[in-house]
């Protein structure tokens, strides 16, 4: 593990951590795309109740918010974190530290929140607190914008991946998220991630173990990407996969310049995909009606 960790640290040198390979020579303290360097910046450590029943539990999902991103969403509902940057400085010592008090809390889990360009410190410090007495399953909670070279490197370090699928055509994921190769690197990476953790496995409490959560947010006027993104899980992964089929869209940061998403989510959208969804036969999952 430690060779997997040191691996990930030399893939900073001229940062190929996600996708955009901006090679940012994040080591020597230069920004990235993601305008994040060497330091490790967070906007909260908390227990957090707000996610799905098999993360969050009765008892919390210890999750670590970092700042910045890789993406950049325009209807992004964190934009404050992700885009804006909020966050305080921590040390690589810190944030090992935290997962251990995250878990004295008696959280089901520590939850990394937009951890793409973190990946090296996060295996770093699930190693070190690993060595101290974590025992609890670490989420990857990601936009799905991964690089799966660098995913295969994670494997033994996370428990649970839970990405998101957010597109499923890429002229949709330029034009709203600013990245011209989404769907290919999402599509391999959920693959990947399926091959590493396999589909969810829950405990007699109903907490995930481990395994492989999707998530997709549908967007408003645009249920063939919805639709595309279910056909690739379905024909791709398997029609057992638990998938969050997400309806919280509301139109934060820019969202308003994109006329077709201004007015929020419909009902009539939201049914429509769900329908497919049960169409196409998945029987896991969770839904927000
Ligand atoms: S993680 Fe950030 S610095 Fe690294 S390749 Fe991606 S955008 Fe560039």
């Given at each position: 593990m430690k060779h997997k960790i040191e691996e990930l640290f030399l893939?900073?040198?001229?940062?190929?951590?996600?996708?955009?390979?901006?090679?940012?020579?994040?080591?020597?303290?230069?920004?990235g795309f993601c305008r994040s360097a060497d330091k490790i910046f967070v906007a909260s450590r908390n227990v957090h109740f707000g996610?799905?029943?098999?993360?969050?539990?009765?008892?919390?999902?210890g999750t670590i918010f970092f700042s910045n991103c890789s993406l950049n969403c325009v209807f992004c509902q964190n934009y404050p974190i992700s885009q804006l940057g909020n966050g305080v400085e921590i040390s690589q010592e810190e944030l090992s530290a935290a997962l251990i008090s995250l878990q004295d809390k008696g959280v089901c889990n520590?939850?990394?929140?937009?951890?793409?360009?973190y990946s090296a410190h996060i295996a770093k410090a699930i190693f070190d607190a690993r060595s101290k007495g974590l025992r609890v399953?670490?989420?990857?909670?990601?936009?799905?914008?991964e690089n799966p070279e660098i995913l295969k490197l994670l494997e033994g370090?996370?428990?649970?991946?839970?990405?998101?699928?957010?597109?499923?055509?890429?002229?949709?994921?330029s034009?709203?998220?600013?990245?011209?190769?989404?769907?290919?690197?999402?599509?391999?990476?959920?693959?990947?991630?399926?091959?590493?953790?396999?589909e969810l496995e829950l405990d007699e409490n109903g907490i995930a173990k481990r395994?492989?959560?999707?998530?997709?947010l549908v967007l408003p006027n645009n249920t063939r990407n919805s639709k595309g993104a279910l056909d690739f899980i379905a024909r791709s992964i398997s029609t057992n996969t638990f998938v969050s089929l997400m309806s919280q869209y509301h139109g934060a940061y820019k969202s308003q310049n994109f006329p077709e998403l201004a007015d929020g989510l419909s009902k009539k959208d939201y049914l429509e995909v769900l329908e497919y969804m049960d169409k196409l036969g998945?029987?896991?999952?969770?839904?927000q009606i």
């Open positions: 893939a900073m040198d001229e940062c190929v951590l996600c996708p955009r390979k901006c090679k940012a020579h994040r080591n020597k303290g230069q920004k996610e799905e029943p098999p993360i969050s539990g009765q008892r919390g999902s520590i939850n990394f929140v937009t951890p793409t360009h399953p670490v989420v990857y909670n990601s936009s799905g914008y370090f996370i428990d649970i991946y839970m990405p998101d699928i957010k597109y499923s055509n890429d002229v949709l994921a034009k709203y998220s600013n990245v011209k190769d989404y769907v290919s690197n999402n599509q391999l990476s959920l693959i990947e991630m399926y091959r590493q953790v396999g395994g492989l959560l999707i998530r997709h998945f029987e896991n999952g969770w839904r």
